[in-house]
């Protein structure tokens, strides 16, 4: 991974490129996928700010912190873009899991499948029988009203209907 370091305000030292390039070197193992990465430290007045952008295969990543002090600025920076890596490379690894289980999401995400399937005309004694013999869910419109209606079996056993007003 290509590493460019630029100063702003100040003049850089080696002892803070290294420090960065050291930060940054901790990247690749999580992924080969990281191209190059650009960090821009900037001094004003009494406040030290690092940012870092990571460019690679699976997206770019962006950090920004700041301190009183230029190294801890950059951990601070490259702690973001670390967590941001880490929660992409798990996302694929989760997506590719190759054993045809649903992906896992973390709490206070929701996942949502969608599924298009074509209305019949039936009436709701035709869905009902459907739904107890096995189908999952039953969208149809009803023959004698020409509403739209969903018919499915709950947890509990029971047989639901919802009509799509409209």
């Known amino acids: 991974m290509k590493v460019n370091v630029t100063a702003r305000h100040f003049d850089l030292t080696p ?3 290294d420090h960065a390039e050291k930060k940054l070197s901790k990247f690749l193992k999580y992924t080969d996928g990281l191209l190059n990465a650009h960090v ?3 001094v004003e007045k009494y406040r030290s700010i690092a940012e870092v952008f990571v460019h690679g295969r699976e997206g770019d990543f962006t950090g920004k912190a700041e301190s ?3 190294q801890t600025s950059i951990d601070g920076a490259v702690e973001k873009v670390e967590k941001q890596i880490r929660r992409t490379v798990r996302r694929l690894k989760e997506r590719h899991n190759g054993n ?3 992906e896992a ?3 206070g995400d929701t996942r949502i499948e969608a599924q298009r399937v074509a209305r019949e005309m039936m009436s709701l004694d035709e869905a009902t029988t459907r739904v107890e013999d096995g189908e999952e869910i039953v969208v149809f419109t009803d023959t004698d009203n020409g509403t739209t209606r969903i018919v499915y079996r709950r ?3 029971t047989v639901k209907l ?3 007003a409209g």
């Open 15 to 17: 002892d803070l490129k």
């Open 40 to 42: 821009v430290l900037e």
């Open 68 to 70: 009183g002090d230029m």
């Open 100 to 102: 045809g289980e649903k």
């Open 105 to 107: 999401m973390p709490m």
């Open 155 to 157: 947890k509990d056993g």
């Open 162 to 164: 919802l009509e799509v």
